[in-house]
């Protein structure tokens, strides 16, 4: 085996590496025994070997999954039971409507029923610093109300410190809502300056969603923002939308201490409204 | 798969896989995002994925990630908006850990990955080529390339010193 000044080191990384054989590994020691620059060389070719060095993944125990038989196998007796208790009110109502109703033979008046208000379905408790924030945002298609297609929204006040627990559950629509939180607002805030009043409101636009700051208009401040920034919004937001009709998120500044920073997020879909506070470690 | 084996991969794999996005992205929260989105694909292909291979499905799908992460950083190079969790390396010297560490964060994208793969996962050539879709004497190469480089790297040290 010829040794040159170009090939030396790929014979030590062959050797290193294991892929020659006993042979051939055998001379490639020998000749490194015999010249001090190779073994300095060999010692450097060693050191190059990443060593072992564990790191934990602190968000293991929410990948977990139960182990306890699937809820699936049930389903099967649900839909008979679902079928009985059908067959039970239609025979019962039958039994109800062939009645003879005593009660028309008298002479009683009757009576108006009573009607209550619609209750109103959606509240958005937005804090005083986002709503008093002078916002020309553009009106989406409908009011919170009636984008909830009758379903009742679910309104969650919450403090969620950032960085602390873990939150990764797509079965839970609380748990979507703090991974939004968790990982739609770093991506708002990180590009703001710290020290000017911040709000931030990301919102359907043209099909997308889209951002805009402060109190000015927000298409403009859409074209004129930072593109980068938005997009990285757009991406979380694309991660994490998909179980919520028409979005709304406002960011603003909350408060901030030695050690963090606060921001009130005020999220508004059809399916689900909160203000939550955030903290950011500073 | 059932969940008890998944679970079972959650324990013996999440921490590897962590380690491995972390060291490239040298940005935990994206890391995080990263390992997660793995096991909840993993969770829905459970009934289609071998079970002897899930590992390397792991890897597979943390890299291709990873690397859309890195690919879309590239496209964003605005100076303004360095996340705020990336990591910042100490330039004073330490040992030959924090060292290596450094020029490691220095080497190409391409030969980081493999060498980490190579090294701290104990993966073959082959098995490497099958998760970052480069042919097997293209591993090599860029192992080869990589450790050259940390030569280099541990040499100039040695000088300086």
């Keep these: 085996m010829k040794w040159t000044s170009e090939n030396y080191e790929f014979l030590l990384f062959e050797l290193l590496e294991g892929n020659l054989d006993a042979e051939k590994a055998e001379e490639v020691r020998r000749e490194i025994e015999k010249d001090a620059f190779l073994q300095e060389e060999w010692k450097l070719m060693q050191q190059t070997v990443l060593q072992d060095e564990p790191v934990s993944f602190r968000n293991k125990k929410a990948l977990l999954k139960p182990e306890g038989p699937r809820l699936i196998a049930f389903m099967p007796l649900v839909k008979y039971a679902a079928a009985a208790v059908l067959v039970v009110s239609v025979w019962a109502g039958l039994q109800f409507y062939n009645a003879p109703d005593k009660d028309l033979a008298s002479d009683r008046p009757v009576e108006q029923p009573v009607v209550k208000p619609m209750e109103k ?24 109300d009636n984008h909830n297609d009758g379903k009742s929204a679910k309104v969650v006040q919450a403090e969620v410190v950032l960085s602390s627990e873990p939150i990764k ?18 991506r708002a805030i990180s590009g703001i300056s710290g020290t000017q009043p911040v709000a931030v409101e990301i919102a359907p636009l043209n099909g997308e969603m889209a951002m805009a700051v402060n109190h000015t208009d927000p298409v403009a401040e859409i ?12 991406q979380g937001v694309a991660d994490l939308m998909g179980p919520f009709s028409n979005p709304k ?34 | 798969m059932t969940p008890k084996k998944y679970n079972q991969c959650v324990n013996d794999y999440s921490d590897a896989l962590f380690r491995f996005v972390v060291k490239n992205l040298k940005d935990e929260f994206e890391a995080e995002n990263i390992v997660q989105n793995t096991f909840e694909k993993l969770w829905v292909r459970r009934d289609s994925v071998d079970e002897r291979t899930v590992k390397s499905f792991l890897f597979k799908v943390a ?96 000088v300086l010193l």
Aim: proline share 3%.
């Design chain 2, 63 to 158: 890299y291709n990630n990873m690397i859309d992460v890195i690919r879309k950083r590239k496209q964003i190079v605005n100076l303004e908006d360095v996340p705020e969790n990336v990591r910042e390396y100490s330039t004073e010297y330490t040992g030959i850990k924090e060292q290596i560490d450094l020029a490691v964060a220095r080497l190409p994208e391409n030969q980081r990955t493999v060498v980490m793969l190579r090294d701290y996962e104990g993966y073959d050539y082959r098995a490497i080529g099958e998760i970052t879709g480069m042919t097997e004497s293209q591993v090599k190469i860029n192992i080869f390339r990589a450790r050259k480089f940390l030569k280099s790297y541990l040499s100039r040290l040695e």
């Design chain 1, 121 to 144: 379905k959606m509240q958005v408790p937005v804090s005083d610093d986002v709503a008093g924030m002078d916002y020309k945002t553009p009106e989406p298609a409908g009011t919170a």
């Design chain 1, 169 to 186: 559950n797509n079965n839970n629509i609380d748990n979507i809502y703090k991974e939004f939180v968790r990982a739609v607002s770093p």
């Design chain 1, 223 to 234: 074209d004129n923002y930072n593109g980068s920034l938005r997009e990285r919004i757009n």
């Design chain 1, 249 to 282: 998120v406002r960011i603003s500044r909350a408060g901030e201490a030695e050690s963090k920073l606060a921001f009130n997020i005020a999220f508004t879909s059809a399916e689900y409204t909160s203000n939550t506070v955030v903290q950011f470690k500073k």
